[in-house]
């Protein structure tokens, strides 16, 4: 809303005032006034900067009005940043809704949400007093050097005082000299977005006449290497369309002093130009495949559904040719001028779509994620913000951007739990942020995954959501043949888990011979899980955390997963002195070097967290896998999710009971995904793909499940135990952990809380308790579980007492240090 839209009595006679969210933990949004001679430029949606004790902040306006706060004078605005809106109405609606449900703040909302390139930095400035008039000589010698540098400028940034002292120690300095009022200090928002800019030469417009060209090079008489640049840049003319600056000095081998000598002879001219940071592509739909008679209906049936509903749940089985359909889909959306949202849980996955939608949609397509820099991000910010752009490819965090015209949001494995912020708040989930988030839009949200989870797939039984099912694969490929290999029957040494029996082993060799790939998954990385004293059974943990060391042979190091320190290698045993440790269990690390032993003449990689640090590590490690350099591919969880490869027809799971044995009421569900995902990567072409589970409990009920590919069974196993035990989907769970440095004030604090609680939700009302890891970077913990009915009025009036309690709590100075969060939603 812009001021504009009110009547001119409102805001110029009785005065305007602002709702301002700033990107702080604050109880409540505070309220500035407007000053008359920014009246015009305000906005809801613009960056505003206001002073709050005694600092600047960059914030959002939320809300304009005109009711004076009767409890307090509300400091001015300072200035209006934008000349357009930073945000729309729906974005504000969005971040409003994630902060009342999920119990956090909208300034922890906007953190989370805004680029840092857009939230100004404040700098210190110095200025000099005017009515400052003592004698130079009360000042000591650093003093004194301060004070007339500030008496010639006037000003001087923080910056400027460390360079004239050459000295680190400038604060004492600065204090000192403003105890003596010889100046004071000015906080200044700086803008940290900077333009990228390139330099480009061009050639002196005298010159494109072909015969004065001809005669300045035929009489050229000195200064050969100017002569040569001159000719490299006429080449690069010709075969690139225009030339920089950068490329020129490295075709032509020269100096920038030999380039400047053109310029001054005004043969060559060299202006700088504003770039984009990220390359675009022509914005082309070209569509260059036939869905199968199954996809077709699928289609069909979406569109249908659609009409009806505004979310539908497209259950495909692995290599359906889902993704097909979402470029359908897509491509309608384009054509009828919306922007499309395209989620996807985990970045590993987006350097292969993205390649592929490229090549269907040239420059329509953004990729935003994590591993972009400030600057990058806003550039996509804008694009977006103009309508630009109109597909986005991205993670979670893509939920925050600032859609114009949002007709479609597609969430592929829509089951996957990164969909769920952890830490810090919002501690959102995406997958159901953007069903709010799309029906501001009127727009349809299509999940797409072929293990749903349990809640999405109990809503399209509730009909809240339309179903759509996708049964067979493409171009009627078989579903792999899944068999378990029993490691309770492999010879090994006493306490040690088997990584490769000699089952698979075979067929990973006769896969090879085939000049077929591999995937081998374990959801562990590092070399060993944790060492043990072979004499006392004496583990090392981390100082930190209550958790065991993993063993990193690659870097020789023990790593706490938890908190990353990292330690020595133990050679000698804490408690006893023993010097032989032993190593339990298996990651990633070891899958490799082992694999490397056993088949020295097989190509392996790994992917996980430790081996995919840079921004396109990802996709230079499929690319290699792709173009089948690779024989053999190690991995986590990574390797699980919707990745395509032709080649690949044998999957081995190596530790199933690792999956199975979880203490959480999810288990099942988790492990039959994970378990059905990672051998979906198999066969996805003409032949028939394998997949070997060795697992020593083979008679658990998932695997049957998993081996007849059999969802449906597994969903009503499941269904079952929920509704008996009163978990979702048919209760709504709060967690709240209680952090504190000592565990006795913590767990205090959460009886607090929960004697609080008990008067109003004693029956819904779990702990407190220590939960499993119990204390994490040297911070003890404790937790409450509340399990709710699905009644709005209840939620909601636990979640007021929750944040009031909170409140309490904190307000004695005894508890005021202890972390209370509260996860709606856990996962």
């Not at 949001?409 to 709010?436: C, G, L, M, T, W």
């Amino acid at each position: 809303m812009n001021v504009s839209q009110l009547p001119n009595s409102l805001y110029k006679e009785d005065g305007l005032y602002a709702e301002i969210i700033i990107p702080l933990y604050l109880p409540k949004n505070y309220t500035w006034s407007v000053p008359q001679h920014l009246h015009e430029a305000i906005a809801v949606g613009k960056r505003a900067e206001v002073s709050l004790r005694n600092k600047k902040y960059t914030g959002i306006v939320k809300k304009i009005f005109t009711e004076k706060p009767a409890a307090f004078e509300p400091k001015p605005v300072l200035n209006i940043l934008d000349n357009e809106p930073l945000l729309h109405k729906e974005q504000l609606q969005l971040w409003h809704w994630i902060s009342d449900y999920y119990l956090c703040t909208e300034g922890e909302v906007m953190q989370a949400a805004v680029p840092s390139n857009l939230k100004l930095s404040s700098e210190t400035i110095l200025l000099w007093n005017e009515e400052w008039d003592e004698d130079f000589g009360s000042l000591n010698d650093e003093e004194f050097l301060v004070t007339e540098a500030l008496h010639i400028k006037k000003e001087l940034r923080l910056a400027e005082v460390q360079q004239i002292l050459d000295a680190t120690h400038a604060y004492p300095v600065i204090k000192r000299l403003i105890e003596k009022n010889v100046c004071y200090v000015w906080e200044e928002l700086k803008e940290k977005y900077k333009e990228k800019y390139e330099t480009f030469i061009v050639l002196n417009p005298v010159y494109h006449d072909e015969e004065k060209l001809q005669y300045l090079l035929n009489n050229w008489s000195r200064a050969p290497k100017q002569m040569e640049l001159l000719l490299a840049y006429l080449h690069l003319m010709k075969t690139e369309g225009e030339v920089t600056q950068q490329e020129l000095l490295k075709k032509s081998n020269a100096s920038p002093a030999q380039l400047k000598g053109l310029i001054d002879k005004n043969i060559l001219f060299a202006h700088k130009r504003s770039m984009d940071r990220l390359p675009s592509l022509p914005k082309d739909v070209v569509i260059d495949f036939t869905l199968s008679a199954a996809q077709q209906q699928a289609l069909k049936e979406v569109i249908h559904a659609f009409t009806e509903k505004q979310v539908c749940l497209l259950h495909g089985v692995t290599s359906s040719g889902k993704t097909q359909l979402y470029v359908r889909l897509i491509e309608q959306y384009i054509r009828q001028g919306k922007q499309v949202l395209y989620m996807l849980p985990e970045i590993a996955l987006t350097a292969q779509i993205i390649r592929r939608l490229q090549k269907y949609f040239g420059g329509h397509i953004t990729i935003y994620h994590s591993k972009f820099n400030a600057n990058e991000r806003v550039e996509i910010w804008n694009k977006i913000n103009s309508g630009e752009t109109k597909v986005i490819l991205g993670a979670r965090s893509a939920l925050f951007l600032p859609f114009r015209n949002l007709g479609l949001i597609i969430i592929d494995e829509e089951q996957d739990p990164s969909y769920k912020q952890q830490d810090p708040a919002p501690r959102y989930q995406a997958r159901d942020a953007a069903v709010y988030y799309a029906s501001l839009f009127g727009a349809k949200v299509l999940l797409g995954s072929a293990t749903p989870s349990i809640e999405s797939y109990h809503n399209c039984e509730l009909g809240k959501y339309a179903l759509v099912k996708l049964t067979e694969r493409f171009n009627n490929a078989a579903l792999p043949a899944i068999e378990l290999v029993d490691t309770k029957h492999v010879i090994s040494k006493p306490g040690e888990k088997i990584i490769l029996t000699p089952q698979l082993k075979y067929a990973i060799e006769n896969a090879v011979k085939k000049n077929k790939q591999v995937i081998l998954f374990q959801n562990r990385r590092g070399y060993s899980p944790y060492l043990i004293c072979n004499a006392c059974g004496w583990i090392p943990h981390c100082r930190n955390c209550d958790v065991t060391l993993t063993y990193h042979k690659a870097k020789n190091k023990l790593v706490c997963h938890y908190c990353g320190t990292d330690y020595p290698v133990m050679y000698t045993c804490a408690a006893c002195g023993s010097h032989q440790f032993n190593q339990r269990n298996f990651g990633t690390e070891k899958i490799e070097e082992t694999l490397a032993a056993a088949l020295p003449d097989v190509r392996v990689a790994r992917m996980d967290y430790d081996s995919i640090k840079g921004k396109h590590d990802h996709d230079s490690l499929i690319k290699l896998f792709e173009q089948r350099r690779i024989d053999v591919l190690v991995g986590t969880q990574m390797v699980v999710k919707g990745l395509d490869f032709e080649h690949v027809n044998l999957v081995g799971i190596l530790d199933a009971d690792g999956i199975l044995n979880f203490a959480d009421f999810r288990v099942n569900e988790r492990a039959f995904q994970l378990m059905e995902q990672v051998s979906g990567r198999a066969g996805r072409r003409d032949a028939e793909g394998e997949v070997l589970i060795q697992v020593a409990n083979t008679n658990h009920p998932v695997l049957q499940l998993v081996k007849e590919h059999n969802y449906e069974e597994l969903y009503k196993m499941e269904i079952a135990n929920r509704r008996q035990f009163f978990y979702p989907p048919f209760a709504r769970l709060i967690q709240i952990t209680f952090k504190h440095k000592l565990s006795n004030i913590a767990e205090e604090a959460a009886n607090l809380m929960a004697v609080a609680l008990r008067a109003s939700f004693d029956q819904y009302l779990s702990g407190p308790a220590e939960p499993v890891v119990n204390r994490i970077r040297n911070m003890f913990l404790w937790e409450i579980l509340i399990k709710l009915p699905r009644e709005a009025a209840v939620i909601n009036n636990c979640k007021q007492q929750i944040v009031q309690q909170t409140i309490i709590i904190q307000s004695n100075p005894q508890y005021r240090s202890v972390m209370i969060t509260a996860d709606v939603d856990p996962v």
